[in-house]
């Protein structure tokens, strides 16, 4: 019989790292994330954290001048980014604007605590905390650097026709533009 040739031996391969799956969405974010510009982000930081209970994540981002180009903080169980305004870029605080054409939404359990404790530390008012026809108790303010919240704790839950009689009931109720008695 012939002999068989011995093959030769391949070194064992390590096996393959599994490459790790980048999420589309990081973890940590919702698909939705705000992100704030404003004049002095450092003070808005230190504002949130006193008014809201925010918690700052990660590091900050400093430019060369020192401002903030990229922070990130939370607020009960969201994530929020904030950066300085940079209006030479096209980055522009609502002060620079003039106002602001959004706000964020924070519920909590206790509207008129976080509300008294954002107005103590520097926010001012637009809206006392009151219930609503939607079943929540709401407020609503600006703080220091023109970004407007509103505070809300659900309180009931109702069907859209329960929802739509008690607004009715409620403008029946307010003066028509202009003054004079409600109709």
Same mark, same amino acid.
């Given at each position: 019989?012939?002999?068989?040739?011995?093959?030769?031996?391949?070194?064992?391969?390590?096996?393959?790292?599994?490459?790790?799956?980048?999420?589309?969405?990081?973890?940590?974010?919702?698909?939705?994330? /705000?992100?704030?510009?404003?004049?002095?982000? &450092?003070?808005?930081?230190? @504002?949130?954290?006193?008014? @809201?209970?925010?918690?700052?994540?990660?590091?900050?981002?400093?430019?060369?001048?020192?401002?903030?180009?990229?922070?990130?903080?939370?607020? +009960? =169980?969201?994530?929020?980014?904030?950066? =300085?305004? @940079?209006?030479?870029?096209?980055?522009?605080?609502?002060?620079?604007?003039?106002?602001?054409? +959004?706000?964020?939404?924070?519920?909590?359990?206790?509207?008129?605590?976080?509300?008294?404790?954002?107005?103590?530390? +520097? &926010?001012?008012?637009?809206?006392? *905390?009151? =219930?609503?026809? $939607?079943? =929540?108790?709401? &407020?609503?303010?600006?703080?220091?650097?023109?970004?407007? $919240?509103?505070?809300a704790t659900h309180k009931e839950d109702l069907s859209r026709k329960q929802m739509m009689?008690?607004?009715?009931?409620?403008?029946?109720?307010? /003066? *028509?533009?202009?003054?004079?008695? *409600?109709?």
């Amino acid at each position: 019989m012939a002999k068989r040739k011995a093959k030769a031996r391949r070194p064992a391969r390590k096996p393959a790292r599994k490459a790790k799956k980048v999420e589309a969405i990081p973890g940590r974010y919702g698909a939705v994330t /705000p992100s704030l510009t404003v004049r002095g982000a &450092a003070e808005a930081l230190a @504002f949130y954290a006193k008014a @809201f209970g925010a918690k700052e994540v990660g590091g900050r981002m400093a430019g060369p001048d020192g401002k903030i180009m990229h922070a990130e903080f939370r607020i +009960g =169980d969201r994530m929020l980014m904030i950066q =300085d305004e @940079f209006p030479e870029m096209g980055s522009r605080s609502p002060q620079s604007l003039g106002g602001t054409g +959004g706000s964020v939404v924070i519920y909590t359990r206790d509207t008129d605590a976080m509300f008294k404790r954002a107005i103590d530390a +520097g &926010a001012r008012s637009q809206m006392e *905390p009151a =219930d609503q026809f $939607w079943g =929540d108790r709401y &407020a609503k303010l600006v703080d220091p650097f023109g970004h407007e $919240w509103q505070i809300a704790t659900h309180k009931e839950d109702l069907s859209r026709k329960q929802m739509m009689e008690r607004m009715q009931k409620m403008m029946a109720a307010m /003066p *028509p533009p202009g003054g004079g008695p *409600p109709t």
